[in-house]
């Protein structure tokens, strides 16, 4: 069993930065990957970063050149830098690991942390 926390949301004017936390807790598995997945009002679940282990570093197109993923892997924690935020980035952001235990692959989703860009 793996336990996700997040953090790190909240209100922010347009152009501003916030930054995202994940940890992942538990014992037994390997992280295969680490992301950030976020839902606005009336819209579909979408993908924002992914980082797998060992693999190329994903970003959403509307996203590219703004946001930043980063892992601690040490502390089995993936970080999401949201910089130049703009009021289409208002969503409900979720972490996203897929972990290996025992051959087999599970997924978790954190919480979700409301960000919401507004003046």
């Known amino acids: 069993q793996v336990q996700l926390v997040e953090s790190g949301g909240g209100l922010v004017q347009p152009g501003g930065s916030l930054r995202l936390s994940c940890a992942a807790s538990?014992?037994?598995?390997?992280?295969?990957?680490m992301g950030w997945y976020r839902q606005a009002p009336g819209k579909q679940r979408e993908l924002v970063a992914v980082?797998?282990?060992?693999?190329?570093?994903n970003y959403a197109d509307s996203v590219k050149g703004r946001f930043t993923i980063s892992r601690d892997n040490a502390k089995n924690t993936v970080y999401l830098q949201m910089n130049s935020l703009k009021p289409e980035d208002t969503a409900v952001y979720y972490c996203?690991?897929?972990?290996?235990?025992?051959?087999?692959?599970?997924?978790?989703w954190g919480q979700g942390t409301q960000v919401t860009v507004s003046s």
């Open positions: 538990g014992s037994g598995f390997s992280i295969n990957a």
């Open positions: 980082m797998p282990t060992g693999g190329s570093t």
């Open positions: 996203n690991v897929v972990v290996r235990s025992r051959w087999i692959n599970y997924e978790y």
